[in-house]
């Protein structure tokens, strides 16, 4: 249905008229009292046109608000994008303006102000694919969904709330939950199991035993490292550039690029990236190990060669994008039985790694 739709009943307005009212509308100096004034000259103009359905249909989308409803003033218009698609890549485009005549404290507080303005929105979007993701993983995410909805984690509150940055070295010598409202720059230890959350990046070590869920808003730096001794359900609304694993079976959604390294885990590993797959995805060793991938950007073929020859008991996986042609891969009927099985839904013959 067309934004015009719900406007008028059973049809759609004129092309003309429709392009004009996009342009007068999307304009905030149109006031009620124009548009009633430009009803008005439409009216006495339609005893030449003679044509009451043009009328109509100018009176309809003169007196409405606007062809399209404008966002809440406290998010971003790519918000809405966001939620359709369940993915926060678009958020980062986002440029909060700060005037270069304002004095230096306001400029700095501008900045702060923004930047957390920028976390909460990012984390808005977060929230939203990470549900997404939980209804496709077999209910992964369990505690951040049950939280979000009725502000309970497992029935533990937040063992550490940080209202900021996280610059100084923290341990949890049992279970615990960590909540970070900003980037994670000191290494962080939890002793048992734990739901972890942080709307900023990643920049140290986050060493985790037990069953483990881990939420990070931002980017998986290069100076990042996630272990897990055990179960790991982990969700990266940026690009991983860094080195994670665990040691038991892991779901892991990367909301970008992945371009640093992946440990797999025993028995079973389900790897989701939305970008392009630029790094390594390891087999643990002397176990075997499943590992589920689905990647929607791009993997060149000889990548998946290598999956097929790197020791997992078995690979399936969709790829968005590959130097290959759309199909079912490998193609050789006279080969062995493939350990690695996967399916190329788009060619594209440029590699971004040569970009």
Same mark, same amino acid.
């Given at each position: 249905?067309?934004?015009?739709?719900?406007?008028?009943?059973?049809?759609?307005?004129?092309?003309?008229?429709?392009?004009?009212?996009?342009? =007068?509308?999307? +304009?905030?100096? /149109?006031?009620?009292?124009?548009?009633?004034?430009?009803?008005?000259?439409?009216? !006495?103009?339609?005893?030449?046109?003679?044509? =009451?359905?043009?009328?109509?249909?100018?009176?309809?989308?003169?007196?409405?608000?606007?062809?399209?409803?404008?966002?809440?003033?406290?998010?971003?218009?790519?918000?809405?994008? =966001?939620?359709?698609?369940?993915?926060?890549?678009?958020?980062?485009?986002?440029?909060?303006?700060?005037?270069?005549?304002?004095?230096?404290?306001?400029?700095?507080?501008?900045?702060?102000?923004?930047?957390?303005?920028?976390?909460?929105?990012?984390?808005?979007?977060?929230?939203?694919?990470?549900?997404?993701?939980?209804?496709?993983?077999?209910?992964?995410?369990?505690?951040?969904?049950?939280?979000?909805?009725?502000?309970?984690?497992?029935?533990?509150?937040?063992?550490?709330?940080?209202?900021?940055?996280?610059?100084?070295?923290?341990?949890?010598?049992?279970?615990?939950?960590?909540?970070?409202?900003?980037?994670?720059?000191?290494?962080?230890?939890?002793?048992?199991? +734990?739901?972890?959350?942080?709307?900023?990046?990643?920049?140290?070590?986050?060493?985790?035993?037990?069953?483990?869920?881990?939420?990070?808003?931002?980017? !998986?730096?290069?100076?990042?490292?996630?272990?897990?001794?055990?179960?790991?359900?982990?969700?990266?609304?940026?690009?991983?550039?860094?080195?994670?694993?665990?040691?038991?079976?892991?779901?892991?959604?990367?909301?970008?690029?992945?371009?640093?390294?992946?440990?797999?885990?025993?028995?079973?590993?389900?790897?989701?990236?939305?970008?392009?797959?630029?790094?390594?995805?390891?087999?643990?060793?002397?176990?075997?190990?499943?590992?589920?991938?689905? /990647?929607?950007?791009?993997?060149?073929?000889?990548?998946?060669?290598?999956?097929?020859?790197?020791?997992?008991?078995?690979?399936?996986?969709?790829?968005?994008?590959?130097?290959?042609?759309?199909?079912?891969?490998?193609?050789?009927?006279?080969?062995?039985?493939?350990?690695?099985?996967?399916?190329?839904?788009?060619?594209?013959?440029?590699?971004?790694?040569?970009?």
């Amino acid at each position: 249905m067309s934004s015009f739709g719900y406007l008028i009943p059973g049809g759609e307005a004129p092309n003309e008229l429709r392009v004009f009212y996009t342009q =007068l509308g999307s +304009s905030p100096a /149109v006031t009620k009292t124009f548009r009633l004034g430009l009803l008005a000259i439409l009216g !006495l103009l339609n005893v030449n046109l003679n044509n =009451l359905i043009v009328w109509l249909a100018a009176s309809c989308l003169i007196l409405s608000t606007g062809c399209r409803s404008n966002p809440p003033p406290d998010r971003p218009p790519e918000l809405r994008i =966001l939620q359709q698609h369940a993915t926060t890549i678009a958020i980062d485009r986002i440029v909060i303006p700060i005037p270069d005549d304002e004095p230096q404290g306001g400029q700095k507080q501008r900045g702060i102000d923004g930047r957390r303005l920028m976390l909460d929105w990012r984390w808005q979007a977060v929230q939203n694919a990470v549900a997404y993701r939980g209804t496709t993983h077999r209910d992964a995410f369990f505690g951040s969904r049950s939280y979000w909805h009725t502000s309970s984690t497992r029935g533990i509150s937040w063992t550490q709330d940080q209202q900021g940055d996280l610059d100084v070295f923290f341990t949890v010598p049992g279970k615990g939950n960590v909540r970070v409202l900003g980037d994670v720059n000191a290494d962080l230890a939890i002793g048992g199991n +734990s739901i972890v959350h942080i709307l900023g990046d990643l920049n140290a070590t986050l060493d985790l035993q037990g069953v483990c869920e881990v939420v990070i808003g931002g980017n !998986l730096t290069e100076k990042a490292t996630i272990i897990c001794d055990g179960q790991l359900e982990l969700f990266v609304g940026g690009d991983s550039a860094g080195i994670l694993g665990s040691t038991a079976s892991s779901t892991i959604v990367i909301d970008g690029n992945a371009s640093g390294t992946i440990q797999a885990s025993a028995p079973a590993t389900v790897l989701t990236i939305t970008g392009d797959l630029l790094g390594e995805v390891l087999p643990p060793k002397n176990k075997e190990a499943l590992l589920t991938l689905r /990647v929607d950007g791009y993997v060149p073929t000889a990548k998946m060669l290598d999956f097929a020859n790197a020791g997992f008991t078995r690979v399936n996986a969709t790829i968005g994008l590959s130097d290959s042609p759309p199909g079912l891969y490998p193609q050789d009927p006279n080969a062995p039985r493939p350990k690695a099985r996967w399916v190329v839904l788009e060619q594209r013959t440029d590699d971004p790694q040569t970009q």
